[in-house]
């Protein structure tokens, strides 16, 4: 209860504070704006990491034994040494997991599902007008959700994105107010 | 540059593109998919009586397995059938050449859309070497797919389209091959008749003063729908799209509207969502091979450089002369391509978006150029060239040419090719098929024992319940190639002398072998090793006094 009263008041003070990071040049909106993302990373790494980093489970152990013929036969010594048995049995499998993670935070789908179809297709604008002129701190929060995200569980690590989303979606609503406003004026 | 020393460019890359499609695909992937042995067992016998299995002269689509394949790619498999025979590397050959020869066309695309580009050479290079090694174009290549062959189509004909705008006579002949793509695969019947209005709207200013070619090249275009209007009303002309597609006929509130737009949305955008593109690596017929996904995971830094020069192609680059056909032409492609794809119900299915992949490598590419001028040192730059070519290279061989061949073999039929050389010691005995498994194992049979086409056009007409070109086909057929007949399997043939019953352990159990007095004859292995398919010699005396 504790936990979501305190998820929804950060992800809110997020998306406000991007907003206000993007048209303040004040030094103190933009460090906070950091910090608290920074404070959210930490909280979900605490309470969602994702222990199956470092974890097979038996399925993934099968998986990686029936390779290890395949690969045994097909590579021989270039899978029997312990370089090559370290690479496919533990290191691939690891960034396999890890990239996993990371392009789920990425797959905006999973977000888009959860919002209404005017707002998806605002924050598609917003994304295209962010793409077209890109801001600093906006882009760091991108790259920390990004860093952070791929040790945290899939599903919650998507909470991270969420700020930048309604961020988005704000942006595409001003913008096409001002469309709307610049059209109305000319007729 | 002049054309020597493009030629010379040029061939090694061409010669990357064609060794990744070519190299054992005689034996990679490890099998003949049932719908490749549909189209290639049509060509043989199309090749042998200009008809098709069922019997019916030139068809305008192939009766499948319950739904209709596309023509094209089965006529011009009537081709290297003629050459090299029936065997899993002729039918597999349209695919590949056409996989190889898309990347010359490539890089001709290229060229005439960035042609007052100081960059263009490198960007033609770096694209058609891109596309040479993508995990999507190698694996599709690599298969009896007919997308593949749209593909190469509809890349000839947008590069016309191109070609047109400087020498308008080019106009017609690439309608012609547009018009040409829509018999190639479904998702290009779409994709065209949005294309072409798009196209020439854009570039009105161009096609304005020269209306008499706008109007010959309409009308050969719309001569090239004749025989998708010649079948309109029979029910196939629709049939895999409404067997495909998750849109509710019967919707009509504003509230079913709305969610229908949403699913279409959802599902476009599903095309676009770098977890699908770079990373998920399911594997099937639809998708891709084992622990790859349709590009390498390192693409994805390219892929947003290239959105970016996108977006911003009429403001400042890093390419520097601005391309304003670039952005016209890759943003209507990246727009209309992944629509046929986004109206079906599957979850991103890269099979049906091959146009997509494609246009999405060409942005991959120019963001690739500009991370590459964007380096300053020569020594950094090739480091990293070579690092990351390596590393693709690697991954490529470890996914295609080893797990997919052991991890898939059995979706590809391999057992049932396996069986047809151990059922050769069994000359004189009857063997029944289980077909309940796989649809394509009667004319997988067949294709590869070289069965006479007239006498499967007799088995096979007499079966069809409904009209050949109908909205519902009919799936199941009992097939009889020699000694072999190939059905549903039931268990009162193990009442019969003489008979060896095959299939998997699921079709007959060891208790059901045990049941029925079944004696396991030989077993067939899958590549991996497991046990694919059992034949069990039937025991009459046994079984009929246990019974009766």
Redesign the interface.
Known sequence: MLDNFFLNGIIIAETVLLFLSTNSKRKIISLLTLSSVCILSLFLLINYFDKSLFTTTETESIKIE??R???NK??KRIYGNKIGIFYFDRL?PFF?KL??N???I????QV??QYP?VL?LLAILGI?LF??DIKTIPLIYFLIVICTGSFIVPKQNILLMLPLINFFILQGFIESLRMAKKKFLKV | MNKLNQIIILIPIFILAFYLRFYNLGSIPAGLHADAVSQAYNAFSLLETEKDRYGQTLPILFRAYGYYQPPLYTYLTIFPIALFGNSQFSAHFISALSGSLLVVVTYLFILALFRENQARFALAVISATTLAIAPWAVFFSRLAIEANLALLLFAVSILCFLYSLRKIQVLPFAALILGISTHAYYSERLIAVIFLPLFLFFFRKNFLLSKKWVILALLIFAATQIPHLMILKSGAFAQRFNQVSDLDNNSGTYLQI?NI??TI??NY??YY????L????DSNLGRTMP?LSVFY?WFIVPFFVG??YL??SN?VSLLKKKSNEFAKVIGLLLIITPLPASLTGDFFYPLRTLDFLWVLTLVISVGMLQIYLFLRFKLVKITILSSLLSYSFFSLY?SY???FK??KAEDYGYPYMKLIDKLSTYQNKKIIVDLSRDPGVGVRIAYLKNFPPKNLQDQLRSQLETPYYSGSPNMDKIYEIDNIEIKPLSFADSCKDNVIMVGDNLSISPQQAEEHALKAEFEIHDF??KVALIGYSTQPEKKCQTTF
Do not use: Q
């Open positions: 029936e390779r013929i395949y690969l097909e590579l691939r396999n990239s996993s990371l392009f789920s990425l797959d905006l789908t888009f599902l179809l998806t295209i793409i077209l | 709305i737009s949403k949305l959802n955008f599903i969502s770098p977890k699908n770079f990373f998920d690596s622990g995971n959105i970016w977006l911003r403001k470890i040419f080893i797990l052991y991890e991996s090793g």
